[in-house]
């Protein structure tokens, strides 16, 4: 019923930046909460960031505040995540997420109904 479609993701170097962008199609909120979570290989998908799209409050994860900023269009149903000062650590595969209207919990990936594909990121010299 909602399609996520990520874009923006790409090799980049240490230092470097760059930008995601999730279009949001069919069935939506205006007040849902939508975000970001990321999944290196081996590892567990964990949160990245997160702002409710009726207010505009806005989650980091401690690991990426300050470097990443995140951002909604609500009349085009998008989010993006600028992302400066890209650590190697950084690298992993980004998904956007539109949680479940109840939630508050924006850190745990059990509170999301829907997720993108995926788009790669890669930090590397």
């Known amino acids: 019923q909602v399609q996520l479609v990520e874009s923006g993701g790409g090799l980049v170097q240490p230092g470097g930046s760059l930008r995601l962008s999730c279009a949001a199609s069919?069935?939506?909120?205006?007040?849902?909460?939508m975000g970001w979570f990321r999944q290196a290989p081996g590892k567990e998908r964990e949160f990245v960031a997160a702002?409710?799209?009726?207010?505009?409050?806005?989650y980091y994860a401690d690991s990426v505040r300050g470097r990443f900023t995140i951002s909604r269009d609500n009349a085009k149903n998008t989010v993006s995540l600028q992302m400066n000062n890209l650590k190697p650590e950084d690298t992993a595969v980004y998904y956007c997420?539109?949680?479940?209207?109840?939630?508050?919990?924006?850190?745990?990936?059990?509170?999301?109904?829907?997720w993108g594909q995926g788009t790669q990121v890669t930090v590397s010299s």
């Open positions: 069919g069935r939506t909120f205006s007040t849902v909460i």
């Open positions: 997420a539109q949680y479940s209207l109840s939630t508050t919990i924006v850190v745990s990936t059990t509170t999301v109904d829907y």
């Open positions: 702002i409710r799209m009726n207010g505009g409050s806005i």
